[in-house]
């Protein structure tokens, strides 16, 4: 699949604190998602992002779909220690093929 | 609605020995996706089903994997012989063609 530069790596936050995540590529994606894998579990959906600008919330999540189609960010309000995970951000083009970043992983300090 | 099923959980085999995973889609979505994710990295696409059909298996070793999709709904993968570097977990996802993809909880191999 496509690469996808996913950063930070990783983060440790304060509970409270609203965090950024993005990820870019150097190609054009039509369609890009983030998920969250706890462990032992799969990727769970948070958000899907259909068109350049876009702009989605749900809960405490909110994230966007790069006008240039090729970054997307999530940022997520007012952390709690549930947020711990890994967040990938994915994207697909023409082939409808899910390309997955590497994963954020995310650590809050109670 | 009921998600994505996959069995078993886990599973520990000896190298060169075989081992097959199932999986059960969300009732009504055409795609079914194999992945493997290995630790500390994001899903890596096998195999994509179209119904019955493959649509893509160009990641896919198909030395000693191999996968199908009876009657368009449950789809088995398989692995034979098995090797150490095949440790890992085993995604299947489902959805609708060109929107988003819904994940089972995996099948997490080991072999020694």
């Known amino acids: 699949g496509q690469q996808l530069n996913q950063s930070p790596q990783s983060m440790f936050i304060q509970e409270g604190e609203d965090v950024s995540m993005n990820c870019t590529s150097s190609?054009?994606?039509?369609?890009w998602l983030w998920y969250k894998q706890d462990p032992g579990e799969g990727p769970v959906l948070l958000i899907a992002?259909?068109?350049?600008?876009e702009l989605t919330s749900n809960g405490r999540l909110t994230a966007q779909f790069g006008i240039t189609r090729k970054d997307s960010f999530l940022n997520i309000s007012a952390s709690i220690p549930s947020d711990v995970g890994i967040y990938f951000c994915?994207?697909?083009?023409?082939?409808?093929?899910?390309?997955f970043g590497a994963g954020t992983t995310v650590t809050v300090r109670a | 609605e009921a998600g994505v099923a996959q069995s078993p959980r886990y599973k520990i085999i000896e190298k060169r020995q075989s081992v097959a995973f199932w999986c059960n889609p969300i009732?009504?979505?055409?795609?079914l996706y194999w992945y493997q994710q290995i630790l500390g990295q994001g899903p890596k696409l096998l195999i994509q089903?179209?119904?019955?059909?493959?649509?893509?298996d160009s990641q896919l070793p198909k030395d000693r994997f191999s996968a199908e999709r009876l009657k368009g709904v449950d789809s088995t993968l398989k692995i034979q012989p098995a090797k150490l570097e095949d440790s890992a977990v085993y995604l299947c996802?489902?959805?609708?063609?060109?929107?988003?993809?819904?994940f089972g909880p995996g099948t997490r191999l080991t072999v020694t």
């Open positions: 994915a994207g697909t083009r023409n082939d409808y093929k899910l390309s």
């Open positions: 190609s054009i994606f039509n369609t």
């Open positions: 992002l259909y068109k350049a600008g």
């Open positions: 009732s009504g979505h055409a795609t």
């Open positions: 089903f179209q119904n019955n059909g493959v649509v893509d």
């Open positions: 996802a489902t959805g609708l063609a060109g929107r988003e993809q819904y």
